[in-house]
Structure formats: structure tokens, C-alpha cells
């Protein structure tokens, strides 16, 4: 090893660390905005659907480019890719800080969406051709898991505090010294690396992946929150199957293609890729139910529900540090079968013991059980992808792992919401639908959502306290219910995919067959020189 790559090398642990701060801005922006919408809504007059397209701009946005954004980042470099993404995640985060309408906010969002999907992908590929020991990539791969779900979880303590202490526009304003620390150590400290023979731009496949990823999430987002039978959601589903459908016989077709299909061939790409599609499918349907459990049911500001979920953060993270270890001993299949089967267990215990006025103490249980078992899961999975390819293919593989954690999430809160929001209008038909039945307009609104049953109550609490009161009770226990039948079905939907992981999943990774490897070791800038294998 000669001096230049002895440099590389030593520097790699603190090329992670500066990874980690251009992954945890991602994390945090994914929860840390909820937060904000109240306040948004009030200082720029946003509707409820202006509301909604807020959070989706963004989501749409990050999960149709995942796959095109870590082809482009093997091509011309994924250093490069990450750096421009995270320049343009800070510019149109202070573009979102600086909004002066709901409609420029939307694009602001959508944009960041842009950038965090040249991001993400280049973190792990950035990772995955920097620690090429098996066992070293395994750890590295787990605190990056880790710092994800410690950015997720510690999200909404964070936009609690901003919120009690600053105006909304603080939730984008906090995105600057992050993107700062990121792009300043990764400049210094993190190796470039890129496909060594890239090929033919696969135009065709590009568009028509993120056309169709664009329209599956859309219709899974509209069904969410209005019904899976409505019209545009039937007509986006139905694109997306066209347009997916031809996008895998494009891939199949091309010699050159962006996402080789021979991949999923490999059970240990195909497994892992499932597992975190149901993983995250549960996480994000809790994360979904909790904090409006907290905030609206039990009567806690967004500070305070934000400091009861950071257990979860806490668990998750020491979970995942210690997942590479487990995996190691036991072996792939086992740790994330296992992770799956424990979180199932988390969330059958939060199903038995969840009512209205359940203690904290109670739910923590519950809350640190499932976190575990996601945190044992997340970091063996991703690894399974990533040391299933070969490294030329590390953007698209790292894409292909984000894309199926993003449709996992968007998934579990609107299937799961679906679940719970239907036994909730029927118990609030149930409770008050004969004593408002000459208040269509009051009824309407306790029916909308939790949150709008506890502002019916507010306006006539002065006229009639009774009433109010009976409408809260009858609110709550309403969303308890159908909160508690959303558990039931995540809990049996991760018992059986603890069982296909067991099945499926293979005990050790397997890496990609010799005529994958079309490249033994990434291509370097012309100033540094490749690291060589361990």
C-alpha cells in the first residue's frame, strides 16, 4: 500500500462520520416537518390538501428518482452526486425557510426531494466501495443504519423544540449547519468512486422508473387519504403497472440496463429487499398512529410526544450498532428474521394493553420492543443488498434498498390509516351519530379525524360542556380502537414475514456471480488512487 492510498485508508472510519451527517439531514426531514404544518398552515393560510401536498411533494419526488439518481451517481461519480445533492438540499431548504406561499413552499419541498434522492443512494454506495472487508463493511453498514433511525426517531424531539422555541421556518433553517458539516468533511475526508467502465445511458428505463414509481406512490398517497376505489386512484395504479411492467421488459431487453433484473435472481438482494419493504411498512404506520396518539389522545404538546418516542430512537440505534455483531455470529437469515419477529412480538404487546388512559411506563415497553427488533433488522438486510452486488452497481443497489424502505413507509401509513380511519368513523356513527344527527356539519367534522372531533368539541364547550365532553371521550376511544386494529394487522403481516425470511433469505450473504464483477474495484478521481482490498 503506498502512501496516497495509506491516506484513504486511515481516513475511512472519519469518511463515515461525515457520511452520517449528510444521511441524519435526510432522517430528520422526514419527521421533523409534521410537526410544522399547524404553524404553516396559520402563517401562510395553507388548506388541508396544500397541507397534504407538502409532505407528499416531497415523498413523491424522492422515491420516483431513487433508482435513476444511483445509476447517475455510478456513471459520473457518487462523491460528486452526493456533494450537488447536498448543495441543493441547503439551497431550497432555505428556499423552503423562506417561503412566502403554500405554493412555493410545495415546490421547495419538492425540490429537496431531488436532492435528498442524489443523496441517500450516494451514502451507502460511497460506503459499500470504501470498506470492501466483509466484516468492516457489515459494521460500517450498521452505524449508518443506526444513524438513520436515530435521525427518524429523534426527529419529532427536535421539531418539538424548534417549534416551542422558534417561528415553522426554523424546521428548514436547521437543514443549513447539518449540509454545511457534510459537504465541508466530505470535500476533505470522503474517497470518489464511480462504475469503471459505465455504460450507454439507459434513457428509456430511467423514464420510465421514475414515470411509474411516480404514479405508484401517488396512487398509494391518495388512497391514503381518500379511498382505494376512488377514480384517480385506480387510474395511477393502473399507470403504474403499465409503466412498471414496461420498464422490466425494458431491462430484460436492454444490454446495457440501468437495474440488471439477474439481480433479483439472488435471494439475499430479493430477501433483504422485502424484509425492509415490510419493516418499514410497520415503522412508519406506528410512527404514523403514536404521535397523534400522544399529541391528541393523551393531551401532550409536540415537545412532549416528541421526548416519549425517543426511547424508540434510542433502542433502534443501539440495536443496529450491535446488529453487524449478531449477524456475524448467527448469520444473516437468523438476525433478520428474528429483528421481524421481535417487532412483531412489540407490537402484539402494544395491541393487548393500548387504551386511552394507558400509562406511559406501558407503552414504553412496547415502543422499545419494536424498536429493537427494527433495529436488528435494518443493518443485516441492507447488507445482504449491498454485499449481493457487485460494486459497480452499488448506486443502483443502494437506490433499489431506499425505494423499497420509501414504498414500504408510504404503504403502512396509507393501508394502515385506511384501517384505523374506517373503524373510527363507525364508532363515531356509533357514539354520537343520533346525538348530532341535527348537526350534520358537527358530525362531518368529529368523523374527518380525531383532531377535528376535538375542535367540534372546543366550539361548543362554553354552550355545552357535557357535550363536549362526550364528543373527546367518544373521539378517543374511537381512534384508540381503530389504532389498535392497524397493530393487529402490522403484527400479523410481520409474523409472516418473519416466516418468508426464514424461508427465503439465505444464512450468508451471496455476493454477485464472477461475470457480475465486471469491476474489482471502483474508479478514483485523478488525484487519489483506489483502496486496496483488505
Known amino acids: ?53 407538502i409532505v407528499d411533494a416531497y415523498i ?250 425517543l426511547p424508540m430512537a434510542g433502542m433502534s440505534f443501539v440495536a443496529a450498532i450491535v446488529s453487524a455483531r449478531v449477524a456475524q455470529r448467527v448469520g444473516t437469515k437468523v438476525a433478520v428474521g428474528t429483528g421481524i419477529l421481535i417487532a412483531s412480538g412489540g407490537l402484539f404487546y402494544l395491541c393487548r394493553i393500548a387504551e386511552v388512559d394507558t400509562s406511559y411506563g406501558m407503552i414504553v415497553i412496547g415502543m422499545c420492543v419494536i424498536s429493537t427488533g427494527m433495529g436488528l433488522t435494518m443493518s443485516p438486510a441492507t447488507n445482504s443488498i449491498m454485499g449481493s452486488l457487485p460494486v459497480n452497481k452499488a448506486g443502483v443497489g443502494s437506490a433499489m434498498n431506499d425505494t423499497t424502505r420509501m414504498l414500504g413507509g408510504a404503504l403502512g401509513v396509507a393501508v394502515l390509516g385506511t384501517i384505523m380511519n374506517n373503524l373510527y368513523i363507525a364508532r363515531i356513527n356509533d357514539a354520537l351519530g343520533g346525538t348530532l344527527s341535527s348537526s350534520p356539519q358537527l358530525l362531518e367534522a368529529a368523523r374527518s379525524s380525531v383532531q377535528g372531533a376535538h375542535i367540534v368539541a372546543q366550539q361548543i364547550q362554553s354552550i355545552n360542556p357535557a357535550l363536549a365532553g362526550m364528543i373527546v371521550e367518544s373521539a378517543n376511544q374511537a381512534f384508540t380502537s381503530g389504532m389498535v386494529r392497524g397493530m393487529v394487522i402490522a403484527a400479523i403481516i410481520m409474523l409472516m414475514a418473519s416466516l418468508a425470511t426464514f424461508v427465503i433469505l439465505p444464512v450468508r450473504v451471496r455476493p454477485a456471480k464472477e461475470e457480475d464483477q465486471t469491476t474489482p474495484l471502483p474508479e478514483i478521481d485523478k488525484e487519489t488512487t483506489p483502496i486496496s482490498p483488505q
Open 1 to 53: 500500500m503506498d502512501i496516497e492510498q495509506a491516506k484513504w485508508h486511515k481516513r475511512r472510519w472519519i469518511a463515515l462520520a461525515f457520511l452520517g451527517f449528510s444521511l441524519l439531514v435526510i432522517s430528520l426531514d422526514t419527521t421533523v416537518v409534521n410537526l410544522a404544518l399547524p404553524s404553516i398552515s396559520k402563517e401562510l393560510g395553507s388548506s388541508s390538501s396544500g397541507l397534504q401536498w
Open 60 to 309: 413523491l419526488v424522492f422515491a420516483s428518482s431513487l433508482l435513476t439518481l444511483g445509476s447517475i451517481g455510478d456513471r459520473i461519480g457518487r462523491k460528486k452526486t452526493l456533494q450537488i445533492g447536498l448543495i441543493a438540499f441547503g439551497i431550497f431548504s432555505l428556499g423552503g425557510a423562506l417561503s412566502t406561499s403554500t405554493g412555493m413552499l410545495i415546490g421547495m419541498r419538492a425540490m429537496m426531494g431531488l436532492a435528498g434522492a442524489a443523496m441517500m443512494p450516494s451514502t451507502l454506495s460511497i460506503l459499500t466501495a470504501t470498506f470492501r472487508e466483509p466484516k468492516e463493511r457489515a459494521q460500517a453498514i450498521a452505524m449508518w443504519a443506526a444513524v438513520f433511525a436515530l435521525g427518524s426517531g429523534i426527529g419529532p424531539l427536535v421539531g418539538g423544540y424548534l417549534l416551542e422555541h422558534f417561528q415553522w421556518e426554523a424546521v428548514f433553517y436547521i437543514n443549513l449547519p447539518i449540509v454545511a458539516i457534510g459537504l465541508i468533511g466530505g470535500y476533505f475526508f470522503i474517497q470518489d468512486s464511480r462504475d469503471e467502465h459505465p455504460r450507454k445511458v439507459d434513457l428509456v428505463g430511467s423514464l420510465l422508473s421514475i414515470a411509474g414509481l411516480f404514479a405508484l406512490v401517488y396512487g398509494i398517497i391518495e388512497a391514503g387519504q381518500s379511498s382505494w376505489t376512488d377514480h384517480k386512484v385506480l387510474y395511477a395504479f393502473g399507470a403504474a403497472s403499465v409503466l412498471l411492467v414496461a420498464f422490466a421488459v425494458s431491462e430484460w431487453r436492454s444490454s446495457e440496463p440501468m437495474l440488471p433484473l439477474r439481480f433479483f435472481k439472488n435471494m439475499s438482494f430479493t430477501g433483504a429487499n422485502m424484509a425492509l419493504t415490510l419493516i418499514s411498512f410497520a415503522m412508519f404506520g406506528i410512527m404514523f398512529f403514536m404521535s397523534q396518539y400522544f399529541q391528541t389522545v393523551q393531551g401532550y404538546t409536540a415537545l412532549q410526544a416528541g421526548v416519549r418516542l
